[in-house]
């Protein structure tokens, strides 16, 4: 803290939390509702987490202990920014393990190991309007927020699955919340969206640039939007992790030659680096979470949409979809090798 | 082999200082400091302190300097900057008409009271470059300046218009509230007028210049004369609520522009000039009159034009002018997304494998 005398405790003035913790306090107590909140310019650029900065700033406390992920690693540029930005500005102890942290800002993933109810989990947003690109403006989106008019992001789903098959959104997938809103889980892949369904811990989402603020509080029923008959399906992979051995965990391909060889890594580094350290893995029960669906959110089935419309294709079995066929042979030659020499 | 995607803390720490020395450039030529910055690049330095919403010229000048002349690099420092300060009020509304004129023009009379004066401008240069720039200093001839007629107020194109009822009156806010502070509220739509105009006068230059271009070729036209370009210093007064009077701060230096539109009259108003207003800090023309023109296209609604031009679409604009959020979001696409790209790899081999077994599937029919 001596090199900047003149900020605050975790940059901000005391003003200014106090302002972002009233909006954060709305949040919870209206779950999934986005709240508006004069979001301020940030030492570092909009669209690189100024919005989760903000809410982590004006949460953090001096016995805090911060995480930061992006990408779910701990070493990823941006976080190790993130990390260190804290680290200087609030002089709290930060941490790559989960377990240790009290408060996780991340982007784009939800850690694999499932959370407390002495944690929360800062999310960065970029674009918080789950309607925005069914609907560009603002004003109309509100309105059919506030009439729970959600028909068009139905019709889209639906219309997914008439020319595909399935609903072609593969993150950025829509949720809704405590049985009201639609929410923008931000653009985490799907295969996190069923740990956001009464989770222990708190979940805060900041969105600098389009200043708002929504949260999930602990406890909280969240449902990935589908149909009965197209229920929602996770990303799986059919293929561990080439490091730990970890299975039904999210995985980042990552290519090894200009030949079509690759490798299948866990993308969370610190589960990884915990599984690896315990020897081969034994997946954890909860990663295996009942599948989703059942219609909840739906509430409808999706040939009810438009019963003119024949049915749509026939439903896909649970099939890999990332982990592909083309690279048994190269991951076995990987399987020893460990991220960045650390053993 | 397998390198870990690793951006540790050196790599951070080794690219900031090469940037350093990159800034620095050849060590050879002598570095050139704020002072000259702010002496002799000082409309890169009006337009740093307008977008960035913060009137010192040093800091625009050493924000320069550190952004290597990337103007909305150093636009982003100054902003960053700005929001750490404390408020202590609100100053009284600026009085353009007692400003001390160094250049004010109006296209809609000959001459008027107060004058014409060109003042500082490229307007008639030949723009021609100037080898005599390159080498060494030459001495610049002193100008001459006008004598300053007197210290009455030069009155505004529009108020005298206003004798005649000719154009339009700038209304208070109906609500009597006093106006809005976009940088303490998130902004609504629909935004009213001061809000708009707070946006627009920290908006990107090139943006709103773009879109006034946009109007007068045919998107949303709104016929807009120079009514009056006006710059120079206005006093700024803080009312101190102990002394029961405003006390002066200082002097800031101002463009202020004001059009003079046609206008026909609709359902909503009579015939009568309208008008468009824009106020940058520094001397800032080109800012200061596509804000004007964007104001006025924007004020379509509620004049009860015909609207649906880009450039009348309050959400669109606004949303879209900062450039310190554009800049940010469009940059942004350099952060890592494999997590998201890895999902959207496997949707779309399994949307493959699924168009090629149908495609197979068919032919055997």
Request: hydrophobic share 40%; aromatic share 8%.
């Amino acid at each position: 803290m001596t090199d900047l005398p003149a900020y605050n405790f975790a940059y901000l003035d005391e003003q200014t939390k106090r302002m972002i913790r009233r909006a954060i306090l709305k949040a919870i107590a209206i779950p999934g509702y986005q709240v508006p909140f004069a979001s301020r310019e940030m030492p570092m650029p909009y669209g690189w987490g100024t919005g989760g900065v903000q809410v982590t700033a004006a949460i953090l406390g001096a016995d805090d202990v911060l995480k930061v992920i992006d990408q779910g690693a701990d070493d990823t540029t941006n976080a190790v920014s993130i990390r260190s930005f804290f680290a200087k500005t609030a002089g709290v102890a930060t941490t790559t393990k989960t377990s240790e942290a009290t408060v996780i800002q991340t982007r784009h993933r939800i850690p694999e190991q499932p959370l407390t109810d002495k944690q929360v989990l800062v999310y960065q947003v970029p674009i918080p309007e789950p309607l925005r690109f069914l609907e560009p403006r603002e004003t109309e989106t509100r309105a059919m927020h506030a009439l729970a008019d959600y028909g068009l992001m139905h019709v889209k789903l639906y219309e997914d699955i008439a020319k595909h098959g399935h609903i072609a959104t593969s993150y950025d997938y829509p949720v809704k919340v405590d049985g009201r809103y639609i929410m923008d889980p931000s653009p985490t892949p799907k295969f996190d969206n069923p740990k956001m369904d009464n989770c222990a811990a708190l979940q805060l989402f900041g969105a600098g640039r389009e200043k708002r603020i929504y949260a999930i509080p602990p406890y909280t029923k969240v449902v990935s939007l589908d149909f009965e008959d197209h229920p929602f399906e996770r990303n799986v992979f059919t293929e561990p992790c080439a490091i730990c051995g970890a299975t039904g965990v999210y995985l980042d391909e990552v290519l090894t030659d200009d030949k079509g060889g690759r490798m299948y890594v866990c993308s969370d580094t610190d589960y990884c680096e915990t599984q690896a350290a315990e020897g081969p893995s034994r997946p954890t029960p909860t990663m295996f979470l009942p599948p989703q669906g059942g219609g909840d959110a739906g509430a409808v089935r999706a040939d009810a949409i438009a019963s003119s419309v024949p049915s749509p294709l026939t439903r896909e079995g649970q099939d890999g979809g990332g982990a592909g066929d083309v690279r048994g042979a190269t991951i076995t030659t990987k399987l020893n090798r460990t991220r960045d020499g650390a053993s | 082999m397998y390198v870990a995607v690793k951006g540790g803390e050196a790599a951070i720490a080794n690219a900031h200082r090469l940037l350093a020395s990159e800034r620095r450039g050849d060590p050879a030529v002598p570095e050139i400091s704020p002072d000259q910055i702010r002496e002799q690049l000082s409309l890169a330095v009006d337009r740093v302190m307008s977008e960035g919403s913060l009137y010192d010229r040093d800091l625009a000048a050493l924000a320069i300097k550190q952004a290597r002349g990337d103007m909305i690099e150093a636009i982003f420092l100054v902003r960053a900057f700005r929001t750490t300060l404390p408020r202590f009020g609100y100053a009284a509304p600026l009085d353009t008409a007692a400003m001390q004129i160094r250049r004010r023009i109006s296209a809609t009379y000959k001459d008027l009271p107060g004058g014409q004066l060109l003042g500082p401008t490229f307007d008639y240069t030949h723009r021609l470059i100037d080898p005599a720039l390159a080498g060494d200093e030459t001495a610049v001839p002193a100008p001459l300046r006008a004598q300053i007629v007197s210290t009455e107020l030069v009155p505004h194109v529009t108020g005298l218009l206003d004798g005649e009822g000719l154009i339009e009156r700038n209304a208070p806010r109906a609500d009597g509230l006093p106006a809005g502070d976009l940088t303490r509220e998130a902004l609504e739509f629909p935004a009213d007028r001061d809000l708009r105009l707070q946006c627009l006068s920290r908006g990107d230059e090139g943006f709103l210049l773009g879109m006034a271009y946009s109007t007068q070729r045919g998107f949303g036209r709104t016929h807009p004369f120079a009514g009056e370009i006006r710059m120079g210093e206005v006093e700024v007064e803080l009312f101190a609520e102990e002394a029961g009077f405003a006390i002066p701060l200082g002097e800031i230096t101002v463009t202020e522009f004001e059009t003079v539109n046609q206008f026909t009259g609709s359902e909503s108003a009579p015939p009568q000039f309208t008008r468009g207003y824009g106020l940058v800090f520094g001397h800032c023309e080109r800012k200061a009159m596509s804000m004007a023109l964007v104001d006025r296209a924007l004020r379509a609604d509620e004049l009860g034009e015909e609207s649906g031009a880009p450039a009348q679409d309050q959400e669109f604009v606004l949303s879209h002018c900062d450039n310190v959020a554009a800049t940010g979001f469009v940059e942004h696409l350099k952060l890592p997304h494999y997590v998201d790209f890895q999902a959207e790899l496997g949707l779309i081999r399994k949307l493959r494998r699924e168009h090629t077994a149908r495609h197979v599937k068919e032919a055997a029919e």
